[in-house]
């Protein structure tokens, strides 16, 4: 390799660094990105000043170019004023988030209300919204998480009516009123409003979103749902998070509206056992059902009407025994965590029967009665017999399951093998080529 070949390369390199300063809109310490170039010939940049110590945002310097996104997380900045922003144009994004803001000037953002879709805030020490002076009419998400905000008042979202993520989470809030969310009724797509000091009555007002696809409303002292008075029906709704909410009583009535919901999170409430209802449209849409830490005893009822159930965490409860049949209709179900419950583990019991019958629904059994005698003629032969003196296999602190179907098997007759070491055991089944493969991992930490 000679010298002289990299000597040009070194050159070019060189004008560029020099370029890059040259335009780059602000000092060090903040450092430039080239972003692109616009349709106009101008620049587009990003500014990073993450982490610099800056108590006030940076002077820029007046260029014809555009930054698109501004860095400023992470700075011990308190206030941000009507023309702090006044010089730039073009901004898409700003993150201002781990700062000390209490104070933001109704203008600042006045000359990016075209541009700006992104605008973080979270983890700062604001009491109120963000007001604005005018329209900021593609604004699209604006995170004010770990915040001071105790109340959202009405037409909150007056000035920001494309607002369609929206991140409270992990303020004081204890009110909202109830036309708070009435300029963004349909745009809004997600509300996060999880660890706040909400109370049940928050649902009312949840009830008029319904565009809404995304609900947390987790760590809030929610207690118990009334089971009637709110409204209209839960239309868009597909993921809600209820977790530690305080909950003792399942909501069945208010569930029962939801017409699209997906995905039900209601681990850390406790509640020995409950129904889920089976009326509504859930029966066909719920696909993901979290029900960590419930002191729950039982599988709930109605699980074996979920048609499409995909997965079901159960994890950490108090269930010994589960029902040969509990999950005879759920054809779909894939993931099934069972860790941390008192199974009890006999050769005929409960814990290994459920495992025979993830197996058994897959075979075409299925239209057999339940409990079947078919049962027999699949019997798994080397699993669970071999194992049974493996005592710790339902004492364990884990005991997950998880099927699997991939498309085909190669195999032409219903055989069942098995193998196992201390710490895994694997049984998969082998069926005709028109069904499927079922593997099933039962993972087992010993002591
Ligand atoms: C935050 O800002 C306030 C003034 O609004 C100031 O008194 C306080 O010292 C600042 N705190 C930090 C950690 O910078
Ligand atoms: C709740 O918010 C507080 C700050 O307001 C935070 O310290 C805490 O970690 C949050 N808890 C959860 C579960 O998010
Ligand atoms: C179920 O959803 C459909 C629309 O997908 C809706 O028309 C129907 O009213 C819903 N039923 C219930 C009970 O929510
Ligand atoms: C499975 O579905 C069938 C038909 O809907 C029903 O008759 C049967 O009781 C269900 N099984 C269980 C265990 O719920």
């Given at each position: 390799?000679?010298?002289h070949?990299?000597?040009?390369?070194?050159?070019?390199?060189?004008?560029?660094?020099?370029?890059?300063?040259?335009?780059?809109?602000?000092?060090p310490?903040?450092?430039c990105?080239?972003?692109?170039?616009?349709?106009?010939?101008?620049?587009?940049?990003?500014?990073?000043?993450?982490?610099?110590?800056?108590?006030?945002?940076?002077?820029?310097?007046?260029?014809?170019?555009?930054?698109e996104?501004?860095?400023?997380?992470?700075?011990?900045?308190?206030?941000?004023?009507?023309?702090?922003?006044?010089?730039?144009?073009?901004?898409?994004?700003?993150?201002l988030?781990?700062?000390?803001?209490?104070?933001?000037?109704?203008?600042?953002?006045?000359?990016?209300?075209?541009?700006?879709?992104?605008?973080?805030?979270?983890?700062?020490?604001?009491?109120?919204?963000?007001?604005?002076?005018?329209?900021?009419?593609?604004?699209?998400?604006?995170?004010?998480?770990?915040?001071?905000?105790?109340?959202?008042?009405?037409?909150?979202?007056?000035?920001?009516?494309?607002l369609?993520?929206?991140?409270l989470?992990?303020?004081?809030?204890s009110?909202?009123?109830?036309?708070?969310f009435?300029?963004?009724?349909?745009?809004?797509?997600?509300?996060?409003l999880?660890?706040?000091?909400?109370?049940?009555?928050?649902?009312q007002?949840?009830?008029?979103?319904?565009?809404?696809?995304?609900?947390?409303?987790?760590?809030?002292p929610?207690g118990?749902?009334?089971?009637?008075?709110?409204?209209?029906a839960?239309?868009?709704?597909?993921?809600?998070n209820?977790?530690?909410?305080?909950?003792?009583?399942?909501?069945?009535?208010?569930?029962?509206?939801f017409?699209?919901?997906?995905?039900?999170?209601?681990?850390?409430?406790?509640?020995?056992?409950?129904?889920?209802?089976?009326?509504?449209?859930?029966?066909s849409?719920?696909?993901?059902?979290?029900?960590?830490?419930?002191?729950?005893?039982k599988?709930?009822?109605?699980?074996?009407?979920?048609?499409?159930?995909?997965?079901?965490?159960?994890?950490?409860n108090?269930?010994?025994?589960?029902?040969?049949?509990?999950?005879?209709?759920n054809?779909?179900?894939?993931?099934?965590?069972?860790?941390?419950?008192?199974?009890e583990?006999?050769?005929?019991?409960?814990?290994?029967?459920?495992?025979?019958?993830?197996?058994?629904?897959d075979?075409?059994g299925?239209?057999?009665?339940c409990?079947?005698?078919?049962?027999?003629?699949y019997?798994?032969?080397?699993?669970?017999i071999?194992?049974?003196?493996?005592?710790?296999?339902?004492?364990?602190?884990?005991?997950?399951?998880?099927?699997?179907?991939?498309?085909?098997?190669?195999?032409?007759?219903?055989?069942?093998?098995?193998?196992a070491?201390?710490?895994t055991?694997?049984?998969?089944?082998?069926?005709?080529?028109?069904?499927?493969?079922?593997?099933?991992?039962?993972?087992?930490?010993?002591?």
């Open positions: 390799m000679n010298l070949h990299h000597i040009p390369a070194m050159a070019i390199l060189l004008s560029l660094v020099s370029h890059v300063a040259a335009d780059c809109p602000v000092r310490p903040c450092t990105d080239e972003l692109g170039t616009n349709s106009d010939g101008t620049k587009s940049w990003s500014v990073n000043c993450v982490n610099k110590g800056l108590t006030m945002v940076p002077t820029f310097d007046t260029t014809k170019d555009s930054v996104e501004l860095l400023l997380g992470k700075n011990h900045i308190s206030s941000i004023s009507n023309d702090a922003f006044s010089t730039l144009k073009g901004l898409n994004f700003i993150d988030s781990e700062n000390n803001i209490s104070y933001i000037g109704e203008k600042a953002f006045l000359g990016q209300k075209n541009s700006l879709e992104y605008l973080y805030l979270g983890k700062n020490v604001l009491t109120a919204i963000p007001v604005f002076a005018e329209d900021m009419s593609i604004l699209r998400e604006l995170v004010l998480s770990t915040n001071q905000m105790t109340t959202i008042p009405a037409n909150a979202f007056h000035k920001t009516p494309a369609s993520k929206l991140y989470n992990s303020n004081k809030i009110t909202i009123d109830g036309a708070a009435d300029d963004i009724q349909n745009s809004l797509d997600l509300l996060n999880q660890n706040n000091s909400l109370t049940s009555n928050v649902i007002v949840l009830a008029n979103l319904p565009k809404l696809r995304i609900l947390y409303l987790a760590y809030n929610l118990n749902i009334p089971q009637a008075g709110f409204g209209q839960f239309q868009s709704i597909q993921d809600l209820l977790e530690f909410t305080q909950l003792s009583e399942f909501p069945v009535v208010l569930l029962s509206r017409w699209k919901l997906r995905t039900l999170m209601l681990s850390g409430n406790q509640m020995a056992s409950f129904d889920l209802p089976t009326v509504g449209n859930l029966t849409t719920l696909q993901n059902l979290y029900l960590h830490n419930m002191g729950l005893t599988i709930p009822k109605g699980i074996a009407q979920m048609k499409n159930l995909h997965r079901l965490e159960l994890s950490r108090s269930i010994a025994t589960l029902d040969t049949c509990a999950f005879h209709n054809t779909n179900l894939r993931t099934v965590s069972l860790s941390g419950n008192p199974l583990c006999t050769c005929n019991a409960a814990g290994l029967r459920f495992l025979q019958n993830i197996l058994r629904k075979f075409k299925l239209d057999q009665p409990p079947s005698e078919s049962l027999k003629e019997t798994v032969t080397t699993f669970p071999d194992h049974c003196d493996t005592r710790d296999l339902c004492n364990s602190k884990l005991l997950s399951s998880t099927t699997s179907m991939p498309t085909q098997s190669p195999s032409a007759s219903p055989v069942a093998s098995g193998t070491t201390m710490s055991v694997e049984v998969t089944t082998r069926l005709t080529p028109a069904m499927a493969v079922v593997t099933v991992m039962v993972v087992v930490s010993l002591r």
